[in-house]
C-alpha cells in the first residue's frame, strides 16, 4: 500500500536523449510536487500542480515538463539531457494544508 | 519569493547531547513550518512541524520553537541517539494556498557513539 511511488528508481542514460519518471499517489492528495536533490542535498522545488493550478520554479529549463493524466499521477518529461541534470528527483503529494509525502525518488545519471 | 536559510549545515553530537537547528525565512505571510528527516539514501519524511498559532510544539524527544517575530524557528532533539542521525530540513509554507514549499539547505546531524 505505498502511499506515493515512482519509476523507476534508477535511470542511466546518455546527453541528448528524452526520459520520463513517472509518479503515483494513492492518497488522494489534490497537490502534487517534482523536486530535485542535487549532490550537495539540496532539495529544489521544480513544479507544483493541482488540477487548476501548475506553478514552475522559473530557473527550471523548459527540458523540463511536468503531464498529469488524472488527480492520482504526475509524470516528468525531459528532453535533450545534459550532464548537469544528473540528480535524485523525487515526487511528492499533499492536501494543499497538510504535510507533502516524498515517493522514493529516482536517481538519474547522465553520462 | 520567500527564502529559508538554515544553520548548520553539519552538526556532530555526543550520544545523550543535544542538538539544536535553526532557520530563518523572510516572507511573513508563512503560516506553515515543517521539519523533515532523510537518512542516507531514503526518501524526506515528515518528523514535526508548527503553525504560525503556536510557539512551541513537542513530540517526544523532538521539539520545534517558533518566533513569529524575528522570523526563526528551531528544531529541538533531546537525548540524541545514533539512528538520529541524518540530514534535517526546516521549510516554510503559506498554508491554504498553492504556493510552494521552500526547503533550507539542510544540516547533517551525526551522532557519535
Known amino acids: 500500500d505505498t502511499a506515493v511511488s515512482q519509476t523507476p528508481k534508477y535511470l542511466v542514460t546518455q546527453m541528448g536523449n528524452d526520459k520520463s519518471i513517472k509518479c503515483e499517489q494513492n492518497?488522494?492528495?489534490?497537490?502534487m510536487y517534482w523536486y530535485k536533490q542535487d549532490s550537495k542535498k539540496f532539495l529544489k522545488i521544480m513544479f507544483s500542480?493541482?488540477?487548476?493550478?501548475?506553478?514552475i520554479n522559473e530557473t527550471v529549463p523548459n527540458r523540463f515538463s511536468p503531464k498529469s493524466p488524472d488527480k492520482a499521477h504526475l509524470n516528468l518529461h525531459i528532453n535533450s539531457l545534459e550532464l548537469g541534470d544528473s540528480a535524485v528527483y523525487f515526487c511528492a503529494s499533499s492536501q494543499i494544508n497538510n504535510e507533502q509525502y516524498f515517493g522514493p525518488g529516482t536517481r538519474l545519471t547522465v553520462t | 519569493g520567500e527564502n529559508v536559510e538554515q544553520h548548520p549545515s553539519t552538526l556532530s553530537v555526543q550520544e545523550g547531547d543535544s542538538a539544536v537547528i535553526k532557520c530563518t525565512y523572510s516572507?511573513?505571510?508563512?503560516?506553515?513550518f515543517p521539519w523533515y528527516k532523510q537518512e542516507l539514501g531514503k526518501r524526506p519524511q515528515l518528523i514535526i512541524d508548527i503553525r504560525s498559532n503556536v510557539g512551541e510544539k513537542k513530540d517526544q524527544r523532538i521539539a520545534v520553537t517558533l518566533n513569529k517575530t524575528a522570523k526563526h524557528f528551531s528544531l529541538h532533539i533531546t537525548e540524541t541517539q545514533p539512528e538520529d542521525s541524518a540530514v534535517y530540513f526546516c521549510?516554510?509554507?503559506?498554508?491554504?494556498?498553492?504556493?510552494?514549499?521552500?526547503f533550507g539547505s539542510g544540516t547533517q546531524l551525526t551522532v557519535l557513539p
Open positions: 492518497l488522494g492528495h489534490d497537490t
Open positions: 521549510a516554510a509554507k503559506v498554508s491554504g494556498s498553492a504556493r510552494q514549499l521552500t
Open positions: 516572507d511573513s505571510a508563512s503560516n506553515y
Open positions: 500542480y493541482n488540477n487548476k493550478e501548475l506553478i
